[in-house]
Structures are given as structure tokens and as C-alpha cells.
């Protein structure tokens, strides 16, 4: 019987997890620079949990979370997204009461029950940040001054950041209003499910990729229009700052957020080379959701990147591979065991170092030496044993010199410091 993969969710291969670890070593060090702290939090949680934060009338709520009963009939959920269950640890483990800010962040995997697609998975990478504690649009702008070093720093130019504000609990019960009685006068034009969420989740349907949809909402109300003085003050603040920071935006009126959650602030990083999952980075304010969640009142803002859309942007060819210092072709048992003792003295030193494991002719070991794109390759066989000496190729000179067993560790951690292998472009 074969037993293969789950539809959806993807084995991360050897040739391309270097992509991978640059995107996540990457957002460490940049994350770390304007003072985030990792956390992690299980990847299951109460369904509960979900349902509260994300709202019940969401497509993730009702069509697309992994939710199952455990041996004691607990409803447990793989977790759709990352901000809801480090909220439920920020609350659970007090961690406003050791700092009143909190700025946190994360990365693993999610799991959503979709159509898999192009940048669209059942289980999907996120890394994502949050910044708890904070009110002043000051912070609205740092977080996306980091987003924009982020993109930078990987080398991803093709996005832009469209910006939008959703209000708060003050402003937005009219705005929704409006926007359902717009919606009421062009139910006959709009899909099945914007149908349903013109009276559930009525948003949402501004956020529709079907055309028809686009269409018949065209002109439908803003909520930049119906800002209390309040929203509208803090978004002009966050322009203001943005512009001061030299970061380009776009105020985007139709853009909105999947979650219910979100209030105030809110933006993507948008491409035009994924197709229709434009969205690489998406996030904004969720001032209510802490206190919603049993916390106390204190607001929040985040983002989350998807990393497999992040890796169709930033291909493995577009990285440097670092070449392997040295490979060591030995032929016989005994050179093999010497090799071996030697290997692992190198790589207790630092140094990269591979060898052939079973017993191949020379050439076979060259040749695999050269897979590795080895700088020198080092040789030793039973003539070289019995005169303890060894050869060691340039393989980019094309010339080898013989080095004595007599303090061989030092000799090559010498050399090899010295000609330090450049990264070579894929």
C-alpha cells in the first residue's frame, strides 16, 4: 500500500529549505531590532477560543477550521491563524502584569480546510508579530516601518501597502448599516455567498475576488466616510508618520479584514505576481480582543506573513549557496576510519566538512565532491597512510599539494580560515 501526503499540506524539501530558514533567520534578526520577543503557543486549542475571536460568521468559523472531539469530548481546533491563541497566552500567563507593552512574535504552521491553490494551503506557514499594550498611532507606524525593512531585507520589491481604516465599536455599527442597505438593493447581482454575508458579515463582501461582485459594489458607502473623529484622527496620525518615515502607501477603501476582530488600522502587503493571492502580509488593530477574550482592556496591533506565498516570491536560485569547505575522498577501511576521526575533529572546530560513507573508486568521490561544489577536496588512501601524508586538491586552481598526518587538524583549519569559501549566487 503507498501511503502518500494529505492534499494540501506539502512536504518542505531538502532543496528548499534554505529559502525557508533565510525568510525565518531573517525576521529574527529584523524582529529583534525594533525589540519583538518570540513566543510559541501549541498548535491546537479550544474551539471556543476561535468562535470568540475570529467571529462565528466568518467562512474560517464555518467552513474552513479543523475541529475534532478528544477522548474526554473537549472540541479542539487546529489553529486557522496565530493571533488569537497568543492572545489567550498573553492573558493566561499575565504577561502584561511583568511589562505593560508586550511585542511579541511568531512562526509555525496553521490549518485551514480550503480548495488547496497556488499560495493557498490546508496547512500553511505564518510569521507573524503583535504589539499589545500600545494606543498611540506611533506604534500603528513602526509596525509597518518593520513590515517595509522586512520586505526589504529578503529582497522583495514587487509589493506595495495599501493602508485602510475599519473604525471602531462607535463608528462602525452605522457604517455597517449603510452597507447593508446598500447591499439589499443588489442581492440579485452578487454571488451565493456574498448573499449570506450581506446580512452576517456584510465586509466581507467588499473583499470578494468574483467580478460580478466587484462590479455591483462599486459605489458602495466607506467607512473612511463614516469615521468617528476619533478613528479619523488616529488614521490621519499614521499617515502622517508614514509619510514622515518615507514609506510609500495607499489608502485602499475596499480593502478589509477576513476576522471580526479588527478595528482601526488595518493594511496588507499586495503583489501583482501571485495572482488572485495578492495578499502576502495582512493585519491591523484588534483593540477589543484582549478584553473580548476575558483579558484586560488593552489594545493590540499585528500582522501575518504567509511564507509559502513568501517563498514563490523569493526563489531558491535567488539565494547564495554557501560551497562546502571540504570533502574527503578516502579510499580503503583504514583511510576511511581516519577520515572519519578527522571529519568529526573539523566539525567540532566549526567547519563544514562531508566525506563518502561507503567504499567508491576516486572518480565516484570526485564526482560527488563536486555535487557538494567543494572548495578543496582532501585525499587519502593506503599509500598516503603508510607515508603519513595526504593530498589535498584546490579545486578551483586546479593544483593539490601533499600535507603531512602530523598536525593535519591545524594545517587545514589554517588553510581553509584563510580561503574562506564566497557564497556562490544559484
Not at 106 to 111: A, I, K, S, T
Not at 296 to 305: E, H, K, S, V
Not at 347 to 356: A, F
Request: some cysteine; aromatic content about 8%; proline content about 4%.
Amino acid at each position: 500500500m503507498n501511503i502518500t501526503g494529505i492534499k494540501g499540506m506539502n512536504d518542505i524539501l531538502p532543496g528548499e529549505i534554505a529559502t525557508w530558514q533565510f525568510l525565518e533567520q531573517e525576521a529574527h534578526r529584523i524582529f529583534q531590532t525594533y525589540g519583538f520577543t518570540e513566543i510559541r503557543v501549541p498548535v491546537v486549542e479550544k474551539t471556543e477560543l476561535f468562535c470568540r475571536s475570529i467571529g462565528e460568521t466568518t467562512d474560517i468559523v464555518e467552513k474552513e477550521m479543523y475541529t475534532f472531539s478528544d477522548k474526554s469530548g473537549n472540541s479542539l481546533t487546529l489553529r486557522p491563524e496565530g493571533t488569537a491563541p497568543v492572545m489567550r497566552s498573553f492573558i493566561q500567563q499575565k504577561l502584561h502584569a511583568q511589562d505593560p507593552v508586550s511585542k511579541l512574535y511568531y512562526m509555525g504552521p496553521m490549518f485551514r480546510y480550503e480548495r488547496p491553490q497556488k499560495g493557498r494551503y490546508r496547512q500553511f506557514h505564518q510569521i507573524g508579530v503583535e504589539a499589545l499594550g500600545v494606543d498611540d498611532p506611533k506604534i500603528d507606524a513602526q509596525i509597518l516601518a518593520m513590515l517595509c525593512d522586512y520586505f526589504n531585507s529578503v529582497g522583495i520589491d514587487d509589493v506595495e501597502l495599501h493602508i485602510n481604516s475599519l473604525g471602531c465599536k462607535e463608528c462602525r455599527p452605522a457604517y455597517r448599516q449603510a452597507l447593508i442597505d446598500y447591499l439589499q438593493d443588489r442581492l440579485g447581482e452578487l454571488c451565493s455567498d456574498c448573499q449570506r454575508r450581506s446580512q452576517t458579515n456584510p465586509l466581507r463582501v467588499l473583499d470578494c475576488k468574483v467580478p460580478a461582485c466587484q462590479d455591483a459594489t462599486v459605489t458602495a458607502p466607506s467607512m473612511l466616510e463614516h469615521l468617528c473623529g476619533d478613528c479619523d484622527d488616529h488614521f490621519k496620525q499614521v499617515k502622517d508618520y508614514l509619510q514622515g518615515l518615507g514609506i510609500d502607501y495607499t489608502v485602499n477603501a475596499r480593502m478589509v479584514r477576513g476576522l471580526d476582530y479588527y478595528s482601526k488600522t488595518t493594511f496588507e502587503m499586495v503583489t501583482g505576481s501571485l495572482g488572485s493571492q495578492n495578499a502576502v502580509a495582512a493585519g491591523g488593530r484588534y483593540d477589543g480582543l484582549i478584553a473580548d477574550l476575558g483579558g484586560p482592556a488593552l489594545p493590540g496591533i499585528g500582522f501575518a506573513m504567509g511564507v509559502e506565498r513568501l517563498v514563490l516570491m523569493k526563489s531558491a536560485d535567488q539565494l547564495a549557496e554557501q560551497r562546502l569547505p571540504l570533502f574527503l575522498a578516502a579510499m580503503g577501511q583504514q583511510a576511511s576510519d581516519r577520515a572519519f576521526l578527522l571529519m568529526a575533529t573539523l566539525q567540532r572546530q566549526g567547519l563544514r566538512v562531508e566525506m563518502e560513507y561507503s567504499s567508491k573508486s576516486l572518480k565516484a568521490q570526485m564526482r560527488r565532491a563536486g555535487k557538494f561544489g567543494a572548495r578543496f577536496v582532501l585525499i587519502l588512501g593506503e599509500e598516503e597512510l603508510a607515508r603519513q601524508m595526504v593530498v589535498l586538491r584546490d579545486m578551483d586552481a586546479g593544483t593539490q599539494q601533499e600535507l603531512s598526518l602530523v598536525g593535519l587538524e591545524e594545517r587545514l583549519l589554517e588553510l581553509l580560515n584563510e580561503t574562506e569559501p564566497e557564497p556562490v549566487a544559484g
